[in-house]
């Protein structure tokens, strides 16, 4: 008789995720493709547990992406966005953000990266949502707040440039 093994396969999130959250959040990936309604009630659960981690955001925002839920998806990405300038202590309005830019360093912690990260998010979803106007404009802001591109947003410049070709 021969075994067969599986690798286990593990999303990895912060390293300061809480451990009860990241189960449920590890449970949530490992159900998202072959029970998705199952998957959206444990990353809803994770989130619900606790609101102020940002990993909980990603997680379900790129769930909703994965599953072509592109209005769910902004949504979260919308709260993910007010949630992490909450923490931050800056402006969630990116708008405003970029007006008062020299007050704010976005690389120097865990909230202002989740931002940008999150905000590219927001750029790629618009961009898919036929909404290409609204993605450049907030592609314009990013490079503003992000001139070094650690949020990777030139990979949506890119494609955005293609679209409009």
């Not at 998806?73 to 953000?97: C, I, K, M, S, T």
């Not at 976005?106 to 931002?115: I, P, R």
Request: hydrophobic share 45%; glycine share 4%; with cysteine.
């Amino acid at each position: 008789m021969s075994s067969i093994s599986f690798i286990e396969d593990r999303v990895l999130f912060s390293p300061n995720l809480p451990t009860e959250v990241n189960n449920i959040l590890q449970a949530a990936v490992a159900a998202s493709s072959i029970k998705p309604k199952e998957a959206e009630a444990l990353f809803l659960q994770a989130q619900t547990m606790d609101h102020e981690c940002l990993q909980t955001y990603f997680a379900l925002y790129k769930f909703y992406f994965y599953q072509k839920r592109l209005v769910e998806a902004e949504q979260v990405v919308l709260a993910g966005l007010e949630e992490a300038a909450r923490q931050g202590g800056f402006p969630n309005d990116f708008r405003a953000l970029v007006e008062s830019l020299p007050s704010w360093n976005l690389y120097a912690n865990e909230s202002g990266l989740f931002y940008l990260y999150t905000l590219k998010a927001l750029a790629f979803i618009r961009l898919r949502q036929g909404f290409s106007l609204d993605a450049e404009f907030v592609l314009s802001i990013l490079r503003q707040l992000d001139p070094k591109d650690l949020s990777g947003a030139s990979v949506i410049m890119d494609l955005a440039a293609g679209v409009n070709e």
